[in-house]
Every structure is written in C-alpha cells, then in structure tokens.
C-alpha cells in the first residue's frame, strides 16, 4: 500500500506542448532555402530554354524576334543536314569514349586492388589526371599533339612521319587523337568507382571459389562481375551524358574542325547561340538533346535492371 500511495505521489509527465515539441515541418523549413536556390538556378534555366525554343531570337536581328511555334523543331528535322550529321558524331563519340574508358579503368581498377609495394603512389598517379580541368587537359594535349614541338616532332626525329605533319588537322587522324586525349582524363573516372566498390568484396567469396577449383577467370565472371554491376551501369550512364556534352576539350582541341569532323550535337548548339547568335534556335536543338538524353537513359536503364538483381 505503500508503495501504491508512493507512486501515486509522483507527478504526472508534463504533456508535450505542440509548439515546444520539434515540428515535422522543421527540416522542410530547414532546406527550404537551399531548394529554392536551386530550384531558380536549375528549373528556371530549363523553362527559359523551352521557351525560347519557341522563339526567333536573334539579338543582333531584333526585327526578326518573336513567336515561332515549332517553326525551330521542323527546321532541325527537315532542313538541317548539320543536325544529323553531329548527331551520328555524338553517338560515336559516346560510344567509342565510353567503352573504352571502362574498359581500361577495369583493368586500372583490378591492378591497383591488388597487394603491391607503392600501391598507393600508383593509386594516387592513376587518379591524378582526374583532378586535373578540361580545359588544362585540352591545353596539356594541344601542346602535346603542336607540330613543332609535340609528339610527332620526335616521331620524325626517328623516321616515323614527316615533318610538320598535325593530327589534329589531319581528318584521318584527328578522331582518334581527340579520343586519346578524352581517355587520359576520363579512364581514372572508372576506376576511382569500380575501385571503390571493388573494397567491399568479401575475400571468402574468392577463398571459397579456389577451394572449389574456379580460376581467376572464373572467379572474375563469376562474382567480380556481378558484384560490379550496378556500378558498371551507373558509371557508364553518367559518363555518357558528360561525353556526349562535352564541349570544352574538342573545342579547345579542334574546333569542332577539321571541315566539320569533330562537331558534336551540343559543340554545333555553342556555336550557333555564341557565335551566330541564334538562341532561339540554339534552344531548340538544346531541347531535342535533353529528349534524347532523357530517353536514351531511361532505355538503358530499363534494359540493364539497374538495382535489380545485384549479388552483393
């Protein structure tokens, strides 16, 4: 009984008040600013495109400015070759940049995984080109690739090619010598990724696949692979679409030249909105690219089961 009265002494737990208690709304209010700066840095980007891609807008012709409807969409499909042809470039230019980026930053990845005196300096000079800009790596491969002073200078010094001879000039050469120069910077991207997610495979996995008899290429097929899927893809699909908006390094290297053979889809977009100044009709071709961006990566990513799957 006593012990009754006792407890029945305690004072009740004051009741949580509504106010003094945290609001659910509090992290919405939290982020709320961070989301509207983003939202007019981003939304209100891609609403002025769309919207003038509905316009004739030449501020060096304001006479000629106003409503176009899809006037800029049927000139795209029906009236420029040039559309066409840095549309097939682009494809190429992804394909190629893309496939063989993952290919040796696979490779990268799987040798600076293993155990081996000065890993980390070689992890470190392999990631390093990463770090370097676009621009500076554009700057670094147009004096590589000079006449005078770059690769081909010795070449001829050893009796391979002539003298004076420009790879970049050249438009039998001037592709691969672009894709050489994406590769240095874009291979680390890959292997920065697939490195990491290589960290978390379990070494039983592998133990228990010798103890099975499988051999490296097994145990590479068989749970390197799979375990590396979703990364695979995601690494891929995010460099596909810088790829194929890449527009710093070609410009700085070639110019979108020569003769037009290394225009890709957005390189032709700056040039007609900077050079020509024709935003309205730059937009449109902005948002035929968005489209087939967006497309081409729900595709992909509906065709890799992207998350579906993994054995990890």
């Known amino acids: 009984m006593a012990q009754a009265a006792a407890v029945a002494k305690q004072p009740a737990p004051p009741r949580r008040r509504r106010g003094s208690a945290t ?11 961070a989301g509207l700066l983003m939202l007019g840095f981003i939304a209100y980007p891609v609403l002025s495109v769309f919207y003038y891609s509905l316009q004739h807008y030449n501020p060096t012709k304001p006479w000629r400015n106003g409503y176009a409807g899809f006037d800029n969409f049927t000139r795209i499909f029906t009236e420029d070759p040039q559309f066409w042809d840095t549309l097939v470039f682009s494809a190429k230019w992804v394909v190629v940049e893309v496939g063989l980026q993952l290919l040796f930053g696979l490779a990268l990845a799987l040798i600076v995984n293993q155990t081996f005196v000065g890993r980390s300096l070689g992890r470190a000079m392999v990631f390093s080109p990463w770090a370097v ?9 147009v004096l590589l690739y000079n006449s005078q002073t770059g690769i081909t200078r010795y070449l001829a010094d050893m009796g391979i090619g002539e003298y004076g001879t420009s790879w970049l000039s050249d438009t039998s050469t001037v592709f691969p010598a ?10 680390p991207f890959f292997a920065i990724l697939i490195l990491a997610d290589l960290q978390s495979v379990s070494k039983d996995l592998y133990e228990a696949a010798e103890v099975d008899g499988a051999g490296r290429l097994r145990q590479f097929l068989h749970i390197t692979l799979p375990h590396l899927k979703d990364a695979i893809i995601l ?12 527009v710093d390094l070609l410009y700085t290297l070639t110019g979108g030249g020569p003769a037009g053979e290394t225009t890709t889809l957005p390189l032709y977009i700056a040039n007609t909105s900077v050079d020509a100044h024709n935003f309205g009709y730059a ?17 992909y990513l509906r065709l890799s089961k992207f998350g579906v799957g993994g054995d990890k």
């Open 23 to 33: 609001p659910r709304r509090l992290p919405y209010l939290l982020i709320a600013p």
């Open 133 to 141: 800009s676009g621009v500076l790596t554009s700057a670094i491969w």
């Open 178 to 187: 672009a894709v050489v120069a994406d590769l240095w910077r874009g291979v």
């Open 235 to 246: 690494s891929t699909l995010l460099r596909a679409v810088w790829e194929f908006n890449n």
């Open 283 to 299: 937009s449109a071709l902005t948002t035929v690219a968005f489209v087939i961006l967006l497309f081409c990566s729900m595709v």
